[in-house]
């Protein structure tokens, strides 16, 4: 089936070692985004690629990278994690940007830093 | 103000009864789009049901269906003979055409807990 692959699942790292999660997608989807999701709370849009353009939300924090070598992949760094970046990272594609397209999410990342 | 509000934090529905979760939306963009995901503890994101500003006719996927009241600028989701495996967190999401152009954005989300 066609989808979308977060790995790892889970994911523990220590307090300011960088960390990097991957998403893959098979739906051959033009963008794709990256949420973080603290615990009840809706998700927070961190960044999104059209394609190979990015565009970046303006109070993400400078902590947090991505990468899309190609239209199947893409990767969140977090270059120093700190305590308060423990979340659920969400990834996600659209087909493209129009209003009546849905977005199709991975299973996420459940990052905890220790 | 909030683009997406979703009233009800937690909802209760006994098994094989209907509920109604509340969406209102604001926006002055004519192009948009509802959706309503699914997301159960293990957290994975669900897309249910889409309703666009031009669709004359409610939404239906399955059990899901959209009550789209575009004056009142509501989207309810009505999950009809709910099962044991629909207790989740629900959110309501809108993707504007103009403005914003390809984001979603998010409700709080409702809590919902199905009784056996």
């Known amino acids: 089936d066609a989808m979308v692959i977060q790995n790892p699942r889970y994911q523990v790292t220590q307090f300011g070692k960088p960390v990097t999660l991957s998403c893959s997608q098979t739906?051959?989807?033009?963008?794709m985004y990256w949420y973080q999701q603290k615990s009840s709370q809706a998700p927070k849009l961190l960044f999104h690629?059209?394609?190979?353009?990015?565009?970046n939300e303006a109070d993400t924090p400078d902590n947090f990278q991505s990468r899309r070598p190609n239209t199947s992949f893409c990767f969140l760094d977090i270059r120093s994690p700190g305590l308060g970046d423990a979340a659920m990272y969400l990834c996600?594609?659209?087909?493209?940007?129009?209003?009546?397209?849905?977005?199709?999410f991975g299973d996420g990342t459940r990052l905890s830093i220790l | 103000a909030q683009k997406i509000t979703q009233t009800q934090p937690g909802m209760f529905v006994q098994e094989k009864e209907a509920v109604t979760l509340d969406c209102t939306y604001d926006?002055?963009?004519?192009?948009?789009?509802l959706f309503w995901y699914k997301q159960p503890s293990s957290g994975e994101m669900i897309f249910l049901i889409y309703?666009?500003?031009?669709?004359?006719q409610n939404a239906t996927e399955g059990r899901y269906s959209l009550n789209f009241q575009k004056a009142r600028k509501s989207a309810n989701l009505v999950i009809s003979a709910s099962q044991l495996g629909d207790s989740a967190m629900y959110f309501c999401?809108?993707?504007?055409?103009?403005?914003?152009?390809?984001?979603?954005?998010f409700g709080d989300g409702t809590t919902l807990t199905v009784k056996p």
């Open positions: 996600a594609t659209s087909r493209d940007m129009g209003f009546n397209q849905p977005q199709h």
């Open positions: 926006t002055s963009d004519p192009s948009y789009g």
């Open positions: 690629y059209y394609d190979k353009d990015f565009n």
């Open positions: 739906l051959n989807h033009n963008v």
């Open positions: 999401a809108m993707r504007e055409g103009n403005t914003n152009a390809g984001k979603s954005t």
């Open positions: 309703q666009g500003s031009y669709d004359q």
